[in-house]
Nanobody
Framework: EVQLVESGGGLVQAGGSLRLSCAAS????????IGWFRQAPGKEREGVSC????????YYADSVKGRFTISRDNAKNTMYLQMNSLKPEDTAVYYC???????????????WGQGTQVTVSS
C-alpha cells in the first residue's frame, strides 16, 4: 500500500522558515517523480515544486522561486520542501505527491499525502 505522510507544517511569522517532510512507503521511491502542491481556501490546488524522475529536472512556481527548495533523499524514501522568507500568501494546506509524469500538475500525480497546514502571519 502506497503511503505518503507529511510533517513539519505550522504557524510562522512572515519572513520565517519551515521545512516540510514527506515519508514515502509502499513503492519504489526512486522511480517516481515527486512534488509539493498547495491549496488555499477558495482556490484550486497548485503545483509549488516538483522533481521529475525522467530527467531530474526541477520546477518551481514563480511565486516561490528563490525562497523554496525541493529535495529528495532516496535512501530514506523522503522528500522535503524548505520554505524560507515565508509570506502570508503562502498560507495553505501543503500536500506531497508522487507520480510517473513529468509535468508539475495535480492531474499528473497519482498518490497523495493527507496534507499539512502552513499558516504565515503578517
Amino acid at each position: 500500500e502506497v503511503q505518503l505522510v507529511e510533517s513539519g507544517g505550522g504557524l510562522v511569522q512572515a519572513g520565517g522558515s519551515l521545512r516540510l517532510s514527506c515519508a514515502a512507503s509502499g513503492f519504489t521511491f526512486d522511480d517516481y517523480s515527486i512534488g509539493w502542491f498547495r491549496q488555499a481556501p477558495g482556490k484550486e490546488r497548485e503545483g509549488v515544486s516538483c522533481i521529475s524522475s525522467s530527467d531530474g529536472s526541477t520546477y518551481y512556481a514563480d511565486s516561490v522561486k528563490g525562497r523554496f527548495t525541493i529535495s529528495r533523499d532516496n535512501a530514506k524514501n523522503t522528500m522535503y520542501l524548505q520554505m524560507n522568507s515565508l509570506k502570508p500568501e503562502d498560507t495553505a494546506v501543503y500536500y506531497c505527491a508522487t507520480g510517473r509524469k513529468r509535468l508539475c500538475l495535480p492531474s499528473s500525480y497519482d498518490y497523495w499525502g493527507q496534507g499539512t497546514q502552513v499558516t504565515v502571519s503578517s
